[in-house]
């Protein structure tokens, strides 16, 4: 336990808004600590990029944040970014800790009944190497279906800032999730983007059957504790919780938004 006052913020990275979900249920868990959320707006959506494009654009991104801002951790609350440069985040800098997101396929395949798991994505999540190790890794006992959402993250933006979405919209983007087999159907769809639990009442709504939708914020979060010490005695500080937007120009709805999850921007 760390015998100081003086506390450095927890770093929470996302390629837009979908990175609040964690932020929220870290705030929760780490209270005593002060935050500052970047969003890559000027960069997204993540899955139109290059990979090798997108690998400098974040590598070279936070060599200026960790210089700006010295977080005790950094967590990447994008399964597009993790997925992709994770590695390179830890060897490029290896004094900083990076919690990671990543497709919750693990506590997929150990709750699933019917065997039948299908992982809602963004296209750069589904293609990654790393996503194809975990369902070799964890899931060989289960028909896990990948479903990579080219639109989902843009109208999840758009749905949290109270912009009307068409249910016929979203259900064509989950539809691919839901299969039957054998008299079986799928039970579980990992929602493996974070902007996606914001929706995921909607999903519930229009599925075809129930399934468990697995939000992985909470993890993310609880492993984002394990690794921030507890500062004995410290009051939250009021010199962080802000935002960083790297266009520089969030719109009003953004702001509000930000504000409302109790950051400056």
């Known amino acids: 336990m760390t015998q100081t006052n003086e506390s450095k913020p927890v770093l929470m990275f996302d390629s837009g808004i979908g990175g609040l979900t964690v932020l929220r249920e870290a ?13 890559d707006d000027a960069g997204f959506p993540y899955g139109d990029w290059e990979e090798p494009a997108l690998r400098e654009r974040i590598i070279t991104l936070f060599a200026k944040l960790l210089d700006e801002y010295d977080p005790e951790v950094c967590v990447i609350s994008c399964n597009t970014a993790f ?29 699933t009944r019917s065997g039948l798991v299908s992982v809602l994505a963004t296209p750069g999540t589904v293609k990654r190497a790393y996503t194809r190790d975990l369902i070799q890794s964890f899931a060989t006992q ?58 995921a009442n909607v999903f519930r709504r229009l599925a075809p059957w129930p399934v468990d939708w697995l939000d992985p914020a ?22 962080y919780d802000f935002a960083v937007f790297t266009s520089g120009n969030p719109d009003f709805a953004t702001r509000r938004l930000m504000q409302g999850f109790g950051l400056r921007a």
């Open 27 to 39: 705030r929760v868990l780490i209270p005593e600590r002060g935050f500052i959320y970047v969003a």
């Open 142 to 199: 289960c028909h896990v279906r990948l479903v990579g959402s080219q639109n989902l993250a843009r109208m999840a933006e758009a749905y949290i800032r109270g912009e009307t979405i068409s249910d016929e919209a979203v259900l064509a983007e989950i539809a691919p999730c839901f299969v039957e087999k054998d008299g079986r159907k799928t039970d579980i769809v990992v929602l493996a983007c974070t902007h996606y639990p914001f929706m």
């Open 83 to 111: 997925t992709l440069v994770g590695a390179d985040l830890r060897e490029t800098f290896p004094k900083m800790t990076f919690v990671g997101t990543v497709p919750a396929v693990k506590p997929a395949a150990e709750r």
């Open 218 to 239: 909470e993890a993310i979060a609880r492993q984002a504790r394990r690794k921030v010490p507890l500062v004995e005695g410290a009051e939250h500080p009021d010199n």
